[in-house]
C-alpha cells in the first residue's frame, strides 16, 4: 500500500466518523481526538480573522474588480461551476477576465524552489503557473495545474487561468503581464489577503453545514458566523423544497443583509472521452451502466444517472481529486465489460484525471453539468450582471 492509498483510507475513516456511520469504540475514542484537533483549529482561524480585522494583517487591493467564490465547508458546494459561468458572462460583457486558482492538489514546487522564495526580492521571485493565456490553448495538464483549473481553461478558452497560494501575487501578474480588468477567485473564501469586491459563498442545500463542527471533527474551515463576511449565498443543488425555508433562516439568523439565490446543477449531455462526440442523455435510459469517481459527494452523480433511466449495476467511489492510475482505469473497463455493461460513466473533473488510452472495451463518456438559477425569475447571466455592475 502505497501512501496515496494510505491518506485515503484515513479519509474515508474520518468522513465515516464526521457523517456518523461508525460508532465503534476505536472510532469514538479517534473522534475525541478529531474533536481536540477542531478545537484547536477554530482558535487558529479566529486569530487570524482577528488579526486582519485590526489591522495587523493588511488586506490588498489591486485596482479592479476583485469577484470571490468559495464556501465555508470542504468540498462538494459546486464551486466550478459557478465560476465558469461567472467568468464566461464577464468576458462575453467585454472583461479581460483572469481566474485566480491556488490549484488545489496540483503538483507543488520542489524544496529548493520553496526555500529560494523565502529569499527572492518580488522582482525575482518564481511566478505563478500559467494553465491558460485566453488564447484558446491549455499549456498546462491537469498534474501540474490541478483538477479545476484545468477544466475551466479548457471550457473557457477566452479566460486567463492562473494558479499560485498568493492570490496577490497571481492578481499582480495577471494585471501586468496580461492587462486583465477582472479577478475571479475560485475558493476564495478563506483568503483574506485579497480584498474581494463581492463575496460570494456557496451553500450545497443537501448537506448545508454537515455536524456543525470544523476540520477534522466536521467539514466546516471556518465557524458557521463567519458567513457574515458574504455579499451574496448561493444554495446550490436546490430544488425548490419548503424545507429550505428552515435553512434560510438560519442563514438570515448569521447574515441578514446576504442575497439568497437558489441554484441548480442541470446535467446537459453526455461526452464520449475519447471520440468528443456528445450524446442527450436520453442516451441513458433503459442502459446498463457503470459509474466510476473521486469527488466529494458522489451520491448526487449517481442520482442524475439514474433519474435519466439507467441501470447502475456497478460504481467504483474514490476519494476527492484522486490520481487514477493507468491499471485502475484498464481493470475498471475490463470489469465492466464483463458485467455486461453499455456505458462507462464518470464526472467532468474525474474525466481530466483519467489517462490516456488508445481504447475503451465499452463506451465512456462524462456527464456534463451547468448551473442555473432555480426560480426563474431571472437568467444567470442577468444575476450576474446585476450582482457585478449595479
Avoid: W
Avoid at 436546490?238 to 429550505?244: A, C, D, V
Amino acid at each position: 500500500m502505497n501512501i496515496q492509498e494510505l491518506i485515503e483510507k484515513l479519509e474515508a475513516f474520518i468522513l465515516d466518523i464526521i457523517n456518523g456511520n461508525r460508532n465503534d469504540r476505536p472510532a469514538r475514542c479517534f473522534a475525541g481526538f478529531l474533536f481536540g484537533v477542531s478545537r484547536l483549529f477554530r482558535a487558529i482561524v479566529q486569530l487570524r480573522h482577528s488579526l486582519y480585522r485590526k489591522r495587523i494583517f493588511r488586506h490588498k487591493t489591486l485596482g479592479c474588480l476583485v469577484v470571490s467564490i468559495g464556501n465555508i465547508t470542504a468540498g462538494g458546494t459546486g464551486k466550478t461551476p459557478v465560476t465558469e459561468v461567472f467568468a464566461r458572462t464577464l468576458s462575453a460583457k467585454g472583461r479581460k477576465v483572469a481566474i485566480l486558482s491556488r490549484g488545489y492538489r496540483s503538483k507543488s514546487k520542489s524544496l529548493k524552489e520553496k526555500i529560494l522564495d523565502l529569499f527572492r526580492s518580488k522582482k525575482f521571485e518564481t511566478p505563478p503557473r500559467v494553465v491558460s493565456e485566453g488564447k484558446g490553448e491549455v499549456l498546462l495538464d491537469s498534474y501540474m495545474a490541478g483538477d479545476e483549473p484545468f477544466m475551466l481553461a479548457k471550457n473557457l478558452p477566452d479566460v486567463l487561468v492562473l494558479t499560485d497560494k498568493d492570490r496577490v501575487k497571481s492578481g499582480r501578474y495577471a494585471i501586468r503581464k496580461y492587462g486583465v480588468d477582472t479577478l475571479i477567485m475560485d475558493d476564495g473564501f478563506q483568503h483574506l489577503h485579497l480584498k474581494p469586491k463581492i463575496n460570494i459563498m456557496l451553500v450545497d442545500s443537501t448537506n448545508p453545514f454537515s455536524n456543525h463542527e470544523l476540520l477534522p471533527r466536521g467539514l466546516l474551515r471556518e465557524p458557521i458566523k463567519n458567513m457574515r463576511r458574504a455579499d451574496f449565498i448561493f444554495l446550490t443543488k436546490s430544488n425548490g423544497g419548503k424545507h429550505l425555508r428552515h435553512l434560510k433562516q438560519f442563514i438570515n439568523k448569521h447574515n441578514p443583509r446576504a442575497e439568497i439565490i437558489e441554484c441548480t446543477h442541470k446535467p446537459q449531455y453526455l461526452r464520449n472521452l475519447l471520440t468528443g462526440e456528445d450524446l442527450p442523455l436520453s442516451e441513458l435510459k433503459d442502459k446498463k451502466i457503470t459509474s466510476i469517481s473521486g469527488i466529494a459527494v458522489p451520491e448526487s452523480f449517481e442520482n442524475f444517472l439514474t433519474g435519466f433511466g439507467a441501470e447502475l449495476i456497478h460504481k467504483e467511489r474514490y476519494a476527492d481529486h484522486h490520481k487514477y492510475s493507468r491499471s485502475e482505469i484498464v481493470d475498471f473497463l475490463d470489469k465492466s465489460k464483463e458485467l455486461g455493461a453499455e456505458m462507462v460513466l464518470t464526472t467532468e473533473k474525474d474525466a481530466v484525471r483519467f489517462p490516456d488510452l488508445e481504447s475503451h472495451p465499452v463506451p465512456t463518456l462524462y456527464l456534463r453539468v451547468e448551473i442555473d438559477i432555480l426560480s426563474g425569475e431571472e437568467s444567470f447571466k442577468d444575476a450576474i450582471s446585476r450582482i457585478c455592475f449595479s
